[in-house]
């Protein structure tokens, strides 16, 4: 069983930078992608960023400009630079691994534990 172990979370005041890192705990077969949720208190989980194996990312609206991620497709490891934070960029923000089955026919999903981001106005 793959773990994703997560890192960098804290508190920041509004307009500072923070910086996630997630490692995979042992090589992932068949990656599709990496990428970070968020889900704020009472919200549902949502995407924030993600990058394919051969490198392509996707943003969510909310975060273009601000948070850039990155990928270390040999480590399977992901990164995201969070920058010019805003109070409601708190939230609990998740790994992501997308991964195929063996035969293709199916995507199945790896998931860290989670660290906190809080921003504070």
């Known amino acids: 069983q793959v773990q994703l172990v997560e890192s960098g979370g804290g508190l920041v005041q509004a307009g500072g930078s923070l910086r996630l890192s997630c490692a995979a705990s042992k090589s992932i077969s068949r990656l599709n992608s990496m990428g970070w949720y968020r889900q704020a208190t009472g919200q549902q989980r949502e995407l924030v960023a993600s990058?394919?194996?051969?490198?392509?990312?996707n943003y969510a609206d909310s975060v273009k400009g601000r948070f850039t991620i990155s990928g270390d497709n040999a480590n399977n490891a992901v990164y995201l630079q969070l920058g010019s934070l805003k109070p409601e960029d708190t939230a609990v923000y998740y790994c992501?691994?997308?991964?195929?089955?063996?035969?293709?026919?199916?995507?199945?999903?790896?998931w860290g534990q989670g660290t906190q981001v809080t921003v504070s106005s």
């Open positions: 992501n691994a997308n991964f195929r089955s063996r035969h293709g026919l199916a995507n199945y999903d790896y």
């Open positions: 990058i394919t194996s051969d490198g392509s990312v």
